[in-house]
């Protein structure tokens, strides 16, 4: 699950959650305060509790005589006054006794109003907010008298509700609170898992990467996204991994061309000052001695050209900044053009060379010239490292694989496997010791590798019983 929907389902569950804990508690509050305060039952009761209570009160009363005997009446208001009950006796529409105050007679007032409803010998129990009402006719010897009893609930009387359901209350709300908190630091804590965790680790890998360390990958479990960021933080950590061997690959080349630079310039340098350093001192005092130490002088420094414009022509390839001319080329009749311009010298360098071809109407996209000095640098390292034999050099043209195969392969003394590794490396000789009779430089086959690979091919090397560099080319498309 992505982290979007992650908080999204998150915050969500924080509303929802206490919301419906809000309504299962508020329908628990309920029927708790039903049950404890409003009940039916416990209404009835009541009731029935205080109407035998008044009923015992009457029952020793001489209620025939209350109508005109003051003496009964007192007794009759003392005793409901003892159980905290107020009396209002009503005849002829007129109050005949009462013990109730003003605000007593007004809270009961409306209810006063009402007693015609009510035939004789009934009684009725009203409940109110604060008070209980009860009403009775009372036949006498004279006119009926309308008896209302009345107990008032005072704050002392309420107390007891009023503190439960303040109770219930804020245990109803502690407990939601309580909820909330809960379920908070649940997802909190889920949220720590999935985002921080992993959030953690990176930190911890960026930390150790810093430091140097390249060993670890990054474990990483939780949030999609951040499973998709550790994935390419160990890929970033494998690609500078490789990047540093690479770089260190490079230093090593970059040394040992220096040092193949310095012994390659310094060993004519050196040549050319000795005869120069002859000459001066008049050793070489004949014509011919002086033009023979001058040749010399001349060839070294030939030599010392020669390195020099293939180092710049190599740095120019390795920075891709040399200019390629591409064409449409028959490689055919590119391949038999070539070994036709440098089949005498071949000859010279006591070298027979023969070509197979099966490849008639494919052309290839390529700089003619250039793929030119890459082949002519594999035909010249050939003869070069095998000058007393006589070298016979095939090569063979094919197509497979919707490409164009050059196959030079020579009958020498080929390479070793750690030679065959690094044959294509710059500055490398197999003549460790740079024998200045090979007459390299060591960036022959260096060059042909760049510019092969500038034309779209790939070139390789095999070595069994001579050495053979393979040239692989795409064929352009429509010449098949």
């Keep these: 699950m992505t982290i979007k929907k992650r908080l999204f389902y998150s915050n969500l569950l924080m509303v929802v959650i206490p919301l419906v804990a809000m309504l299962l508690m508020g329908t628990i509050f309920f029927f708790i305060v039903r049950a404890l305060f409003f009940t039916d039952s416990k209404e009835v009761n009541v009731m029935n509790e205080s109407f035998l209570e008044m009923m015992s009160i009457m029952d020793g009363v001489d209620m025939n005589g209350i109508s005109e005997q003051a003496d009964v009446q007192n007794e009759l208001m003392n005793r409901f006054a003892e159980e905290n009950y107020f009396v209002y006796a009503k005849q002829d529409g007129q109050a005949l006794f009462t013990n109730m105050d003003d605000k007593q007679y007004s809270d009961i007032s409306k209810y006063l109003s009402q007693d015609h409803l009510y035939t004789a010998n009934q009684t009725l129990w009203v409940p109110d907010d604060n008070l209980y009402l009860w009403w009775k006719r009372i036949d006498t010897d004279t006119t009926p008298i309308t008896l209302v009893v009345a107990r008032f609930i005072s704050r002392i009387d309420g107390a007891g509700p009023t503190v439960g359901f303040a109770l219930i209350s804020i245990l109803i709300i502690s407990s939601i609170v309580f909820m909330v908190v809960l379920v908070s630091l649940y997802l909190a804590n889920k949220m720590i898992k999935n985002i921080m965790i992993p959030l953690n680790h990176l930190c911890a890998g960026a930390q150790r990467i810093q430091e140097g360390d390249l060993s670890k990958d990054i474990s990483c479990q939780g949030a999609g996204e951040l499973e998709k960021v550790c994935a390419s933080f160990n890929e970033m950590q494998r690609q500078l991994k490789a990047n ?158 919707g490409r164009v195969t050059i196959r030079i392969e020579d009958n020498g003394s080929g390479v070793s496997m750690e030679q065959l590794n690094r044959l294509f490396d710059s500055f490398y000789r197999g003549d460790e010791s740079r024998n200045p009779a090979t007459q390299g430089s060591g960036l022959g086959l260096a060059i042909a590798k760049r510019i092969v690979i500038a034309n779209g091919g790939t070139i390789s090397a095999e070595s069994n019983k001579g050495l053979a560099i393979i040239i692989k080319l795409p064929i352009e498309e429509g010449s098949q």
């Design 244 to 401: 540093l061997k690479k770089n260190e690959k490079y230093e090593q080349d970059r040394n040992e061309m220096l040092a193949g630079i310095s012994h390659d310039l310094r060993t004519p340098l050196t040549s050319i000052k000795s005869y120069v350093k002859g000459l001066q001192d008049d050793i070489a005092k004949t014509p011919d001695k002086q033009k023979e130490y001058l040749d010399v002088v001349y060839r070294k420094a030939c030599g010392i050209e020669s390195l020099i414009n293939s180092l710049f022509l190599f740095s120019r390839l390795e920075t891709e900044t040399f200019p390629y001319t591409f064409k449409s080329v028959s490689i055919q009749n590119f391949i038999v053009t070539l070994l036709d311009s440098v089949e005498y010298d071949l000859k010279k360098g006591n070298a027979v060379l023969t070509l197979n071809s099966s490849c008639t109407d494919q052309k290839v996209r390529m700089d003619g010239e250039q793929m030119t000095r890459a082949i002519t640098n594999i035909l010249d390292n050939s003869i070069k490292y095998n000058p007393n034999k006589k070298l016979h050099i095939a090569v063979t043209l094919f197509e497979q694989d």
